[in-house]
């Protein structure tokens, strides 16, 4: 290992998360510090842009002492830093690199930008360091939902994406048209717990024999259907659970034929929507079923944390991959 790998900060911004970690040898956490804009943003339903970076601005610095602090870290004990380039929100990731930039630049450290995505897959890699590669991964948050093959470090292949909204989207928009809180994900979670899954109609989405996923389809057959519904506490739980039934039932059946397809035997899923407790259950048993070794990490590393970018930095500075001060955010940064 060179020095440059030992002790990485990590610094998310891309979404409403501000985030600082501090990692050492690429999967001990010592630090991993959340700093959540939920509730600036929840009065408005949804993530206003604006907003998120002038947060990002306020947030960061504190957001680094705390995490330096709690892993009883000085700035002169780092070796690298770690920085999520995109995608994401451009305003926002540019607050993340921009600091991730002065720090290198003023304390000597080596730089590297991360692509969110990735950063998720390695969520996976700090729940389970020994994973072995090849794996199949979902990739399920409020933006994304693509079933990915991972055959090495840095090795990426896109078998499928959504063509529409992202599973976690579909969620959060249907729980703000239920009145539910922001973001609307977790709180059907919670909802449908009390719930039949099978007690309101719903469609499946997209349940074709390709890796692609629609879901503003479901949205819209969800809107339609509580717009006309006599909403009672059993009606909105019955609802919850249905609505979850039907998209995980589809996220579910494509990963599993990927892995498949593919012939591999590790399955991650990762992403803010892998914290989704019936996806969680259902991935579960579908990988038991199947003899295939299933990772998702714990709540904490599903939804947008610094950790997993400080990860994901850690592989890409044992390959030599190193930024420089050009580095920019990047709105729509591929994967691949
Ligand atoms: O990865 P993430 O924190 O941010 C993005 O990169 O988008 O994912 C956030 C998404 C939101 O749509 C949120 O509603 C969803 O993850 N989410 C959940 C749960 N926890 C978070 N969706 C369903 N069930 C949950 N328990
Ligand atoms: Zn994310």
């Keep these: 290992m060179t020095s440059a790998e030992s ?12 985030s600082v970690s501090v990692l050492a040898h690429g999967s001990d956490i010592r630090s991993n510090v959340v700093a959540s804009q939920a509730d600036l943003h929840r009065r408005f339903g949804g993530v206003v842009p604006e907003l998120a970076s002038r947060q990002h601005l306020e947030r960061l610095l504190p957001v680094l002492d ?82 990915v093959v991972m055959r090495d470090h840095g090795h990426y292949e896109v078998l499928g994406r959504t063509r529409d909204d992202a599973a976690g989207e579909a ?22 717990h009390g719930g039949d899954p099978r007690a309101v109609p719903l469609p499946l989405p997209m349940a074709d024999e390709s890796f692609e996923f629609s879901f503003s389809g479901i949205k819209t057959a969800a809107l339609r259907v509580l ?20 998209v995980v039932e589809v996220l579910v059946a494509k990963t599993m034929r990927a892995a498949v397809q593919t012939g591999v035997s590790t399955v991650l899923v990762v992403g803010g929507v892998a914290a989704n407790s019936r996806l969680r259950a259902e991935m579960d048993r579908a990988c038991r079923q199947a003899g295939v070794r299933l990772v998702v990490p714990p709540l904490p590393l599903c ?34």
């Excluded at 002790?7 to 501000?18: F, N, P, Q, R, V």
């Excluded at 729980?175 to 909802?191: I, N, V």
């Excluded at 420089?324 to 591929?334: E, F, M, T």
């Design 7 to 18: 002790l990485i900060l990590g610094i998310e911004t891309s979404c409403d998360e501000t």
């Design 66 to 147: 705390e995490a330096l602090e709690r892993a009883g870290a000085v700035l002169e004990d780092l070796t690298a830093v770690a920085v999520t380039q995109g995608p994401g929100l451009v305003g926002a990731l540019t607050v993340g690199v921009a600091a991730a930039k002065a720090l290198a630049l003023s304390r000597d450290l080596a730089l590297v930008g991360v692509n969110h995505l990735e950063g998720h897959l390695y969520g996976a890699w700090l729940a389970a360091p020994d994973l072995a590669l090849p794996a199949v991964a979902l990739i399920v948050s409020g933006a994304h939902t693509d079933v």
């Design 171 to 192: 969620f959060d928009k249907v729980a703000r048209a239920m009145g539910l809180g922001y973001p609307g994900g977790p709180e059907l979670d919670r909802l449908a």
């Design 227 to 246: 717009a006309t519904a006599s909403r009672s506490a059993q009606f909105d739980a019955d609802f919850a659970a249905s609505l979850q039934r039907v």
């Design 303 to 336: 939804t947008d944390n610094a950790a997993m970018i400080a990860a994901a930095g850690y592989q890409r500075l044992r390959r030599g991959l190193r930024a420089d001060l050009h580095l920019g955010a990047s709105s729509d940064l591929a994967l691949v």
